[in-house]
């Protein structure tokens, strides 16, 4: 499927109405008609991609910044008691439409939303096996080797720093996030 072909780029390129919450360069964030509940936002990029994997790295950044935003929007204006964030990546985990979309549903008690699954119990040598196996793809992929490591100590903590400051009065962000706990 091209981007013309897309209902989600269709929404992008304003060729179907929809309730934009927030937009930016890069990020548009639309009300769900047919929502889970009242607030039920998709956090969209606005180049066509399929899937996670497609996104560049700043991107996929960027737009989990906005979804977390979104969530604390949803906190504050619904008074819900909390939120799903999630991504549907590939037909096999529900995805709908290829265009990735990060959700954000508010979530009350007992709102007979149900993001649940049966857990399955794996033996110790699937474990094993899925761990090595995993272990060697990352490894491929270039994490954590050759000096990264303190190279992404410093991004944390400049990006702790940053965090804090952005929060302006850090105790009044703190008293908001403890309304939220149940």
Not at 30 to 58: C, M, Q, R, T, W
Not at 66 to 86: D, H, L, M, R, W
Not at 97 to 122: C, E, T, Y
Not at 168 to 177: A, I, L, M
């Amino acid at each position: 499927m091209d981007s013309e072909e897309c209902i989600i780029c269709q929404l992008v390129d304003g060729k179907i109405p929809t309730k934009d919450i927030y937009e930016d360069d890069d990020v548009l964030v639309v009300l769900d008609f047919n929502g889970a509940n009242l607030g039920h936002s998709f956090v969209i990029p606005k180049e066509h991609y399929p899937i996670l994997e497609k996104l560049p790295n700043h991107l996929v950044a960027k737009l989990f910044n906005v979804a977390n935003k979104v969530s604390s929007a949803i906190f504050e204006t619904i008074g819900c008691s909390g939120t799903n964030i999630f991504v549907a990546n590939g037909i096999p985990a529900g995805q709908r439409i290829a265009h990735f979309m990060i959700h954000v549903i508010p979530r009350s008690q007992n709102d007979g939303i149900n993001l649940g699954w049966k857990p399955k119990q794996l033996n110790e040598e699937e474990m094993s096996t899925i761990e090595l196996k995993l272990k060697e793809e990352i490894d491929k992929l270039g994490f954590g080797s050759s000096g990264t490591e303190k190279q992404s100590q410093s991004i944390k903590e400049t990006q702790k720093t940053n965090f804090i400051s952005s929060l302006g009065d850090e105790e009044d962000y703190f008293t908001k996030q403890l309304r939220r706990i149940p």
